[in-house]
């Protein structure tokens, strides 16, 4: 036997009938703090600031690439001793 039982009700009242905290004013207050550092920190940091310190990192990284190709490329075609 099968049986299918449709409830009704906000998210509130499922919470509160689930026995679960209601985390609503410390979820406010993260999302409020961790908006006043985002700010705070846009504020301490320039457009020119922010594009040099992304680039530094992408050109390292292509730096980094352009060896390991180069070196994979040397030892492909370095002679191999025969056996």
Known sequence: ???TVN???SPEEARRFMGLPDVTPINEALVAEMGKRMEKNLAMMSGEAMMN???SVGTQAQDA???MMT???GAAV???EKP
């Open 71 to 73: 070196s994979a490329a």
């Open 53 to 55: 310190s992304w680039m």
């Open 78 to 80: 370095a002679p191999r």
């Open 7 to 9: 409830v009704e009700c």
């Open 65 to 67: 690439f352009v060896k």
């Open 1 to 3: 036997m099968k049986f």
